[in-house]
């Protein structure tokens, strides 16, 4: 691949956008932002950001469009090369946002990928989740180091604390009415690409490189 590559990953929560988003931008030398961990960030920290969204987070609901746009802004305008977004566009107000920056700039994106899991498959995995609070690491209970340890860097890891039940199902419902119009966007423009992503983390992420290198476009 010559080109920096921008890709944006869409999918419901929990189906392991953060986790593919790191690998794929690792792999191919992109930069990475995912929104959800950067906004978890803010609240432990309490910026400003953090005290504004904390609230809306804590009933599993999604932060206003125009102050997503304005963190989006800031962070692509800091990027010099290709890049993954997990977590944005989010609705269809931020993907028209995502295709009017990028236009300005005589940019395009090179893929929506949308990460595909039974809702079943899901709630398993919600049960299962564990984030480390100081790298954002993130995957399943049993692969903590003793003591609830994470395998990056050693410091705790524990459940987030938005993967409640009622907190993922709220988010669930959010993600049906507001992203699925955004994939429908991305399908008209011809971007989409869609990937069953129910597979272990490593063979998901092969796909996504597989999607990446046989894209027609
Ligand atoms: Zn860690």
């Not at 906004?39 to 432990?44: I, K, W, Y």
């Not at 990460?115 to 709630?123: D, G, H, K, Y």
């Not at 209970?141 to 604390?161: F, K, T, Y």
């Amino acid at each position: 691949m010559t080109t920096p590559l921008r890709v944006v990953l869409l999918g419901p929560p929990a189906s392991g956008k953060g986790t593919q988003g790191r690998k794929l931008a690792a792999a191919l030398g992109l930069g990475y932002l995912g929104t959800g961990a950067l906004l978890r960030e803010n609240v432990e920290a309490g910026s400003d950001l953090g005290k504004q969204a904390q609230p809306i987070l804590a009933r599993g609901g999604y932060l206003p469009d125009d102050l997503m746009c304005s963190i989006l802004a800031d962070w692509l305008g800091r990027q010099e090369g290709g890049w993954v977004l997990d977590g944005f566009p989010r609705s269809l107000t931020q993907a028209v946002f995502l295709d009017d920056w990028l236009a300005k700039r005589g940019l395009k994106l090179d893929a929506a990928i949308s990460l595909e899991v039974p809702i079943e498959a899901l709630l398993d995995r919600i049960h299962d989740r564990v984030e480390c609070s100081s790298c954002r690491w993130s995957g399943s209970r049993h692969q903590r180091l003793e003591g609830g340890m994470c395998p990056v860097c050693g410091n705790p890891a524990g459940p987030r604390s938005d993967d409640s039940d009622e907190n993922f199902r709220s988010r669930h419902v959010e993600f049906e009415s507001l992203t699925q119009p955004v994939i429908s966007h991305y399908r008209q423009l011809g971007m989409l690409y869609s990937c069953d992503a129910s597979a272990p983390q490593d063979e998901v992420a092969s796909r996504l490189l597989q999607i990446l290198s046989n894209r027609s476009v």
